[in-house]
């Protein structure tokens, strides 16, 4: 049996050891390129995951099917110079997410083509969710852990026969590892400013895990129920327009050690964007084994590409029609489309303004692809490299990449500028993971 590497989280964590992993929820090249980059200077390895809703059997939003994403990442590892074998790829909130507008039997046969492609193409972590509500299910009742766990094994069914098709291609193939549980916001972030967030009751945890259990035993998926090394709980953070609630873990102390019941289970934290290194820790070192992180990713990168245009600004003066204006062309590009963004940030005109720029929460990353946005993008760079970064404005607006700059440590140029502001975030969470200890 192929087994997952990803098993030695829980190993170790089994053993006393504060070794967890980080997972990169992104499909933004800059961000992929530098998580890859980073596991190669460490000698260590990267999760990178596609959300439901980023990458599916019809594209997603991104345009590309579970292959198609594959393809992606491993194209950046190649022009990285890192082995594949190291990477993991995941599919995060696997089920009716997308289809939630259909009935239940259009729904859960389209989450089982969506499982389906994903196993198919290799993903070797996958988090199955059904918490969701799909059209003919009661809106005014909450969905039973019954329901939403037959609903799961059910998709579970499918990534396994999947599977064993898959393994006769290609015998080395990984099995695949399975997350479950939701207790979290939806994929984007929470969307009413007022809702409050609870850390998981114990009770609610033991009740979604005994629940699975007993759907794995009827679909006959007693051996596959080993290979589900996490459960998704709400540890008490959560990232927010103006930052994160940050982990308090004397607030999660009795569901912290409720895991200690499972010797085969770990924690998997979702929306742990803008912890603080030490926070991240904390979390690792009480439970939570793997780390969901994508906004705090793109906003790193956001930062930069602002920095480079604020720079841009003070050596284009007086020659402001040579110049990108890639923050004006952002902003307009986010006011002609705002169904990306409308729904999340909340305020009058002048707030409004300014979350579009600066929330955390960062809904300009939808509007990178955007062909203004990404032509505007291109010109900030080559203008950049043609002019030469002043040092005066580099240390002004990336002091962190100045010094790495005149330490001959960082090359004075746009895209690396880019991809070492993202590395720092990276570093805190590398930080708190140790996850160069699983190979």
């Known amino acids: 049996m192929n087994v997952n590497p990803l098993k030695q989280i829980v190993t170790k964590q089994k053993q006393g050891e504060s070794v967890g992993i980080y997972s990169c929820c992104s499909a933004n090249e800059y961000v992929i390129e530098a998580a890859i980059a980073a596991a190669k200077r460490d000698h260590s390895c990267v999760l990178i995951e596609a959300t439901a809703n980023q990458v599916d059997q019809n594209g997603g939003y991104t345009g590309m099917t579970p292959q198609k994403f594959k393809e992606f990442v491993f194209g950046i590892a190649e022009k990285v110079g890192f082995t594949t074998d190291r990477i993991f790829l995941g599919g995060d909130h ?10 239940e039997k259009e729904a859960m046969e389209a989450s089982e083509e969506l499982v389906r492609c994903y196993v198919a193409a290799g993903f070797t972590k996958i988090h199955i969710d059904t918490s969701m509500k799909v059209a003919d299910d009661d809106p005014n009742a909450r969905l039973s852990d019954e329901v939403i766990a037959r609903r ?20 080395s193939a990984i099995r695949p590892v399975y997350i479950v549980g939701s207790e979290v916001p939806i994929p984007g972030g929470a969307q009413d400013p007022n809702a409050g967030m609870q850390v998981t009751r114990v009770e609610d945890f033991k009740a979604t895990v005994a629940a699975f259990r007993k759907a794995f035993e009827n679909e006959h998926l007693e051996s596959t129920w080993e290979d589900v090394i996490g459960v998704v709980v709400q540890p008490g953070v959560e990232e927010k327009d103006a930052g994160c609630t940050e982990y308090d873990r004397a607030k999660a102390a009795e569901l912290m050690a409720s895991i ?5 289970l770990v924690f998997e934290g979702h929306s742990t964007d803008y912890q603080t290194k030490y926070k991240l820790r904390e979390l690792v070192e009480d439970g939570v084994g793997i780390l969901k992180v994508g906004p705090g990713m793109t906003y790193a990168m956001r930062e930069a590409l602002f920095a480079l245009s604020y720079i841009e600004e003070m050596m284009f003066h007086g020659r402001e029609e040579e110049a990108s204006h890639f923050v004006e062309v952002l902003e307009k590009a986010m006011m002609a489309e705002p169904k990306n963004w409308q729904k999340h940030y909340h305020g009058d005109v002048n707030e409004l303004w300014f979350k579009r720029k600066f929330s955390f ?27 030469g970064i002043s040092l005066a404005v580099l240390s002004q607006f990336m002091p962190i990449q100045y010094t790495k700059v005149r330490e001959g440590k960082l090359a004075n140029d746009p895209e690396a500028l880019i991809l070492d502001r993202i590395t720092n975030t990276i570093d805190e969470y590398l930080f708190a993971s140790h996850q160069e200890e699983l190979f």
């Open 94 to 103: 696997l089920g009716p997410l997308t289809f939630a507008s259909m009935n």
């Open 152 to 171: 799961g094994a059910r998709l579970a069914r499918v990534c396994e026969d999947t599977y064993q098709e898959l393994v006769k291609k290609d015998p």
């Open 260 to 264: 200690k019941d499972f010797p085969n």
């Open 361 to 387: 929460s960062d809904r300009s990353r939808y509007y990178m692809p955007n062909p203004e946005v990404a032509a505007a993008k291109e010109k900030l760079i080559s203008n950049l490299r043609k002019e």
